[in-house]
């Protein structure tokens, strides 16, 4: 091999001597400076002898390392999650100080009326009038905004596409639909709409180049949208490890714990700001709610009492539910198919009269019963966990001079449930942005103290009734929402564990009783909605079933090994195009299944086929040494003139997906058998099918539970059963969920 001059006295190259000889030494010295002379007098040095260019050179590889380690910190995924949870507080903290001056507004404006009819009915009309807005900004900005948003991200999360769904203009009309819903004072929560928010807040984030390639993969994609709705919760109720852990319970099925990390940091961020700005909105610098009770407050006995409210509030849990289908069923059979269509201006108006309506008939209600009836969630939450009794400092007391006592504690407690109760139900059928977790639980915290009461008034008053309502608004709110974590967002939300035994058996209990009756509130919505979802097993005895028992039969379209162009064709055109995964059995007779193939796949073989025999020259991508000609790419590239046909290029397409000049020669051949039929390719051999084969599959004797595993985890509509390698039949994921929403799986 020859070496170049320059590099034959280098020290790697330089010629054997032995130790001893000191005059070869000197020897080679000398001519190793006189060769680095003559390379730094040449046109081009090399940088071995050139030390100041080298030096140079470090310096500049040393800021290109600093700079690749900067640009790396700031498209990563932290950075993505910080300003996520920065965000998201951020657009918390706005919605509620939005709502604090709309409240504000109407107090003043209710008052303008100098006596107590006429602000009565500026009341009225001041909540009927925000509340039209409301409607206004969703169905005109963005009807995908109404609702609660928990459920459809449940969907979305489960790798369902909802168009349109986490856009700006959503975002808008979430925001501020939701921003005029509370401020009309209608009885609905921000848990859901905030989730939404978050979400897409972090759509947007990932579409900025910075985070570009967390946006190519899906599986990150999906991490941070997850994290997105725990940092939803967080924001609303300012609780990181509750707010982690109700995002999974009510928007996943099975969740993948290395993104627990991801969930956590941007949720404690999200609680920090929080912090800080509910502080400059309130003045408050500790928990949501303020409670002061011992250490221990309640007595051994009193267990039994709790178990008992745990489930009186999992049957109301229950009730509430249903209450909630029954008036979604009357508004779409009577109002909108019976009372809107008669007159033909209401069928466009339809939304907006009923959101007035609602708004009139509560207004109504509830100005003349109470100032009670006026106070915000929060205070009334607050109120109710009260250690003390309910005749000294309250909101109620402060803001409106009036007791609670006045004219009975019972009656107005009494009260404020049932209409709270009947609110918060109809609320949610209004078109917008709505929560249900906020009311619910400050339904339960009035049914806890009231039980509370009773039970101090027979006790003799060593009891206290507010341990009563943290219990009571912790069970209610499970049996409604299906949770287990809303315990943990109590102890969070109270900053206290002195009633941490109670609430857990009691939200426990809550839980049960309310299942036993009745879907869970996100469970309803998403299936009165007909929202796409995985199965899952609704019965215990469900287990013991294996795929043989959920299967359907052979299905009639499958794919030979052995095709011609023209069976292929055929085979695509004759099958439904809803069909896009089709297994690939051995032949006919047999039935061994060798792996399946997508429709996308079959088409692109279809259409490479038709090219090659139509004697169109497809280019062929030949395997080349990269790092050897990075340096020409680029000419190489400009050189190719490509020609017009668009036939030319798709084939090109095709060339560069991986078409070999092996399978191009066999696609070309045009030979016939005896009959005079084209001869039949084996597109395994050619290895022109994937045949990802382990995903789509599974033998008859596998357990229920693991099929519902395969196509939630794989997100796969369709399992092929096989039993010996031979295809039995197929288990479709729609048939499975339309058997568990029934109760038959």
Known sequence: ???PARELFTPTNKPFHFAEDSLSSSFWSHALACVRGCAAASSQPHSFFDLPEASTRRKRSDKEQVTDLTVSLLESSWVLLLLLGVLASTVAWSVDWCVLLLHRLRATFSELGGSWLPNYLLYTVYRVFILVAGVACTFFVGPNAAGSGIPEMRSILGGFPFPNYLTKRTMLAKGFGLIFALGSGLSVGKE?????????????LLHVPLF???RRSQDLTHHVLAAACAVGVTATFGTPIGGVLFSIEVTTTYYVTSNYWRAFFSSVVAVVVFRVLDNLLTGNTGSLFTTEFAELPYKSYEIALFLVLAALCGVLGAVFVKTY?????????????HVFPRWAPARALAPFLYAAFVALVFALVEFPVGSFMQLSQRQMIDDMFSAGNLTGSTHLAEDFGQLWTSPSLALNLVVYVVVRFFSTAISATVLVPSGIVTPVFAVGAALGRLFGEMIVLLGGGDELAGGYAVVGAASLTAGVTGTISVAVIVFELTNQLSYMVPVLLCVLVGRAVAAFFSLDMYDTISREKNLPQWPDLTKQKSYGLAASDLMRGVPAYWVLRHQTLASLKRLLQETPSDVTLFPVVDDERSLLYLGAADRDELEAVVGAWELCASGVGVPVVATTDVDNHSDTEESEGDAVTPRSSRHIEMAAALALAGLSSAQVAALSLRESDDSGDARPLDLVKLELLSLDGDSFHVHRDTFASQVILLISVHKAPELFV????????????????????????
Do not use: N
């Open 1 to 3: 091999m020859l070496v």
């Open 192 to 204: 859901g709409p905030f989730v939404h928010l978050s979400c897409i807040i972090a759509h947007q």
């Open 212 to 214: 570009a390639q967390i």
């Open 325 to 337: 289908r029954a008036i979604v069923r009357v508004k779409a059979e009577v109002l909108e198919q």
């Open 722 to 745: 096989t039993a010996r390698g031979k295809l039995l039949g197929v288990i479709h994921a729609s048939d499975l969920l339309a058997r568990s929403r029934k109760f038959m799986l």
